[in-house]
């Protein structure tokens, strides 16, 4: 085995009541990474597409290299030539974890030309340092989902103690990316430093009841719960047409509709595919009528997460 190539797919991050905790992976879009042995020692990236000459080509400061680096470093095996291949294939900065597919991708693809020496929940770790790399937190929410696939909650970023939680058959994921910049750095210094009681206690009661929705299959509870009352209102401002793109999502029958990660996507889930793509057209006719380009992605939450092509 001298070439190894790796899927890992979008994730959507906070899913509106769980901010840095939640996160859920799409079936597309996605980066594919390749890894392949060389005659030269050391890890080098050798191509990248898709990138629109944004990323840097230095193994030590792109997020799917340097992931793959501290797994070397802790397997005492930095000497192996490793050439790598990085095809971005989803937009940048778009909040659908464009640097987390990166990192768990590298990672992955090296692990699986060594042979599979460590789990997936080994991996992790490394796959959130590439991340921390490219946003500066050390935090799973769309790094855990890109890995594991299906919607995972982090019970402690600090401690990387996450589980998978279940999906209710036909749960569906409406994503729109309008194409206008939201740093994410912007997305968090606008968030103030102390929340309301009030609003924590609304929002504990929202989490706790989006989870009992998943593991009981109870849409309408999970419809009920889907409310964010510290994050979106504060970020919504930096996404034109926020309010009304999530109003024809909820007209159009979505269980419930927020922002993704830092956004500027914007996410909505329903209870079936056919509800999904309707929510969606609703969803992506609000920027279109703004001559603001978009993209849609419509995706059963993918229980795979990364995977070996």
């Not at 470093?73 to 030539?81: A, D, F, I, P, V």
């Amino acid at each position: 085995m001298n070439s190894v190539s790796v899927f890992a797919p979008a994730s959507v991050a906070n899913v509106a009541v769980g901010f840095d905790i939640l996160g859920f992976a799409l079936d597309r879009p996605g980066d594919e990474i390749v890894a392949r042995f060389s005659d030269k020692p050391g890890l080098r990236i050798t191509r990248i597409t898709g990138d629109g000459g944004k990323l840097s080509m230095d193994p030590q400061k792109n997020t799917a290299s340097f992931s793959a680096y501290k797994l070397l470093e802790h397997l005492g095996e930095n000497e192996w030539g490793i050439d790598m291949e990085i095809h971005k294939k989803m937009p940048f900065g778009s909040g659908l974890g464009s640097s987390a597919a990166s990192a768990v991708g590298g990672v992955m693809a090296v692990n699986e030309l060594l042979g599979g020496r460590l789990s997936k929940r080994e991996i992790l770790h490394f796959a959130v340092l590439g991340e921390q790399l490219a946003d500066g937190a050390y935090h799973a929410d769309n790094v855990a989902p890109s890995l594991f696939g299906g919607i995972v909650l982090i019970r402690s970023n600090r401690d990387l103690d996450v589980h998978n939680i279940p999906v209710p058959e036909g749960l569906y994921a409406s994503v729109l990316y309008p194409e206008v910049e939201v740093l994410t750095r912007d997305a968090r210094a606008i968030l103030k430093k102390e929340v309301p009681l009030s609003a924590t206690i609304e929002q504990c009661g929202n989490l706790a009841g989006f989870m009992v929705g998943l593991y009981n299959s109870d849409f309408g509870l999970l419809s009920r719960s889907l409310h964010d009352v510290i994050i979106e209102s504060q970020r919504a401002q930096l996404i034109p047409h926020f309010y009304a793109t999530k109003a024809a999502a909820l007209n159009a029958g979505a269980l419930g509709c927020s922002i993704s990660g830092a956004g500027p996507s914007i996410f909505a889930l329903s209870s079936s595919r056919t509800t999904a793509e309707n929510v969606g057209m609703a969803m992506e006719k609000i920027y279109l009528e703004e001559n603001i380009n978009c993209q849609l992605f419509v995706s059963p939450i993918n229980q795979q997460g990364a995977i070996r092509l």
